[in-house]
C-alpha cells in the first residue's frame, strides 16, 4: 500500500505506514460521528430529566454544527501551519477532554459546553483526515481508500442510535460518552505512536479580517438555518432575518477578500477546476437529504408509530450498515469505472425512495420502512464518495488544504440548512392540516407534515439528478 504521487521530490511519501495512520483517523472519525448521532435520540429524555424546552435542547446541535461552521474553514490554514502529528493530537485531545465533560455534566449549560469543546476536536479531525488521505494514496487509489472512510463515517450514525436507545432504557444518557472514551483514548496512542507528519508546514500570513469575516459568515448561516428550525417565529423572526443577512454580507466579503489576497485564508480559485465544483454541489445537496431524513423518520417513528427511541433506531440500522457496507464497493467501482455511472443511478433511486417515503402513513408496515430507508442509503453511498473523490482528484497538490476546508464547511452549512427546511416544511404542513381539518388528529397532522418533508427531500434529489448530468471523469495523469 505505498502511496506516491508522481512527484520525484515527494519520495519519503514510500516511508507512510498506511495502515497504522488509518486505524488511527477511522477510531477517531468514528467516535466522533457515534456521539454526534447517538446523542439525537437522547435529545427526548433530556428535555424531561434537565427540564428544558425543545428549542433549548436543539441547543446542543445547533452549538455543535455552529463550532464546527466556524473552525472548518480555518482548518485549511491551520493544515499549512502546524505538523498532522501536532493536529491529530490536538483533536483527540479536545474530543477526550468534550467526551469526559459530557459524561460527567450534571447540568444542561455544562453539557452544551462539553458538546462545543467536541465540535472543535471534530473540526479539526475532519479536514485533517481526508487532506491525509489525499496525500499518502495515489489518485488511482482513493476511491477504495475514501470508500473505507465512508464505510466508518456511515456506520457510525447507523449504530448510534441503536446503542444510544439501549443504553438510555437500561442505565442512562451518561453512557453514550463513557462508552466512547475508552475508544478515544486508545486512537489517541494509536497517534502518538504510529501517527506521520504527510503535510508541507508553509506558515502563509495570518489574516484576522478573514478569519473574523469566515466565523461571521459561516457562523451567522448555521446560525440563522438552526434557528429558524427551533419554531420559535420561524423564519420571520428578527434573530433568524438578522444572523441570514450578517452571514451572507460577511460571506460576500470574505470571498472578495480572498480573491484580492496574495495568500488567501481559503483558495475558493479551487472553484475554477469545473469537476470540483460539481462534486462540491453534490456533496452539499447528499448532506441535506441525509440529515434532513436521520431528523424527520426517526420523529415520525418515534411520535407517529409510538415507537421506543431503541426501536426506532433498530429500524433504521440494516440500511446504515448497508451504506457502511456499499461504501468500499462503491469505491472500487469509482476507482475502475469513474463517477458518471454511480452518480446517475445513485440520484435517481434516491429520489425514487423518496417519493414512497411522501406516501408514508402510520398503518405503514415496518417492513417497508426498512426497505426503503435501505434503498435511500444505498442511493446516497453511490453519490456521496464518487462526487467527493472525483472532485479533489481534480485539485493540484497545492489546493489540497482548501479543497478539503471547502468541502467540509459546506458539508456542515448543508446540515444546517437541510434539517431547518426539513422541519420548517414538516411543521408548517402540520398546521395546515390542523387548520384545514375539523377536530383534526395530532398523528394525522404530523403525518402530513412528514409527507411535505419528504417531497422536499425527493425534489432536492432531482436538483441532484440534473447538476450529475455536467459530471466527468477527471484524468488523474492531466493533474499530477
Known amino acids: ?36 448521532t447517538a446523542l439525537n435520540v437522547a435529545l427526548s429524555d433530556l428535555m424531561q430529566l434537565l427540564n428544558i424546552t425543545p428549542s433549548t435542547v436543539q441547543w446542543l446541535t445547533t452549538g455543535y ?35 469526559l465533560i459530557a459524561a460527567l455534566a450534571p447540568s444542561f449549560e455544562v453539557l452544551l459546553l462539553a458538546r462545543v469543546v467536541q465540535a472543535i476536536g471534530t473540526g479539526i479531525m475532519l479536514p485533517l483526515m481526508f487532506n491525509t488521505i489525499l496525500i499518502i494514496f495515489p489518485a488511482e487509489k482513493r476511491g477504495a481508500a475514501m470508500g473505507i472512510i465512508g464505510l466508518v463515517i ?28 475508552p475508544f478515544l483514548v486508545i486512537s489517541l496512542v494509536s497517534g502518538i505512536l504510529y501517527m506521520q507528519n504527510v503535510s508541507k508546514i508553509t506558515k502563509p500570513k495570518i489574516d484576522i479580517l478573514s478569519i ?3 466565523s ?75 440529515l434532513s431524513s436521520m431528523l424527520v423518520l426517526p420523529m415520525f417513528l418515534i411520535k407517529g408509530f409510538g415507537m421506543s427511541a431503541f426501536s426506532a433506531g433498530l429500524l433504521m440500522l440494516p440500511g446504515g450498515i448497508i451504506n457502511g457496507i456499499m461504501s468500499p464497493i462503491m469505491g472500487r467501482l469509482f476507482d475502475k469505472y469513474g463517477p458518471k455511472w454511480l452518480v446517475f443511478p445513485g440520484f435517481l433511486v434516491v429520489a425514487v425512495a423518496l417519493w414512497f417515503f411522501s406516501e408514508i402513513t402510520v398503518t405503514s408496515a415496518s417492513a417497508l420502512v426498512i426497505v426503503l430507508h435501505t434503498c435511500l442509503m444505498i442511493g446516497i453511498s453511490m453519490i456521496m464518495m464518487p462526487a467527493q473523490t ?3 482528484n481534480q485539485l493540484p497538490r497545492h489546493f489540497y488544504p482548501d479543497g478539503t476546508a471547502i468541502m467540509n464547511t459546506l458539508q456542515q452549512v448543508a446540515g444546517a440548512i437541510g434539517t431547518a427546511l426539513a422541519v420548517s416544511i414538516m411543521t408548517a404542513g402540520q398546521m395546515k392540516y390542523v387548520k384545514s381539518t375539523p377536530n383534526a388528529n395530532m398523528v394525522d397532522a404530523l403525518t402530513a407534515g412528514v409527507q411535505n418533508a419528504f417531497i422536499f427531500g425527493m425534489i432536492v434529489a432531482i436538483i441532484g439528478f440534473v447538476i ?12 499530477h
Open 468 to 479: 450529475a448530468l455536467f459530471i466527468k471523469r477527471v484524468n488523474v495523469k492531466d493533474v
Open 154 to 181: 456511515m456506520v457510525a450514525p447507523a449504530i448510534g442510535p441503536t446503542i444510544a436507545g439501549l443504553l438510555i432504557e437500561n442505565l442512562s444518557w451518561h453512557w453514550i460518552f463513557w462508552l466512547s472514551l
Open 65 to 99: 454544527l455552529l463550532t464546527l461552521g466556524i473552525l472548518v474553514p480555518i482548518s485549511g490554514l491551520l493544515l499549512q501551519w502546524f505538523t498532522t502529528r501536532q493536529l491529530f493530537v490536538t483533536a483527540l485531545s479536545f474530543s477526550i477532554v468534550g467526551t
Open 216 to 290: 461571521l459568515g459561516f457562523g451567522g448561516i448555521v446560525f440563522g438555518f438552526s434557528s429558524a428550525g427551533e419554531g420559535e417565529g420561524g423564519w420571520t423572526s428578527t434573530k433568524v432575518i438578522v444572523s441570514l443577512i450578517i452571514g451572507i454580507v460577511a460571506l460576500l466579503s470574505f470571498g472578495i477578500r480572498q480573491l484580492k489576497m496574495k495568500q488567501p485564508m481559503i483558495n475558493i480559485r479551487a472553484f475554477k477546476y469545473p469537476m470540483f465544483s460539481v462534486g462540491v454541489l453534490m456533496v452539499f445537496i447528499c448532506m441535506m437529504i441525509i
Open 212 to 214: 473574523l469575516l469566515s
Open 390 to 392: 472525483n472532485g479533489l
Open 1 to 36: 500500500m505505498e502511496a506516491t504521487m508522481n512527484q520525484p521530490k515527494d519520495s519519503q511519501q514510500k516511508k507512510f505506514r498506511v495502515i497504522p495512520i488509518m486505524v488511527a483517523l477511522l477510531i477517531s472519525g468514528f467516535i466522533g460521528m457515534f456521539s454526534e
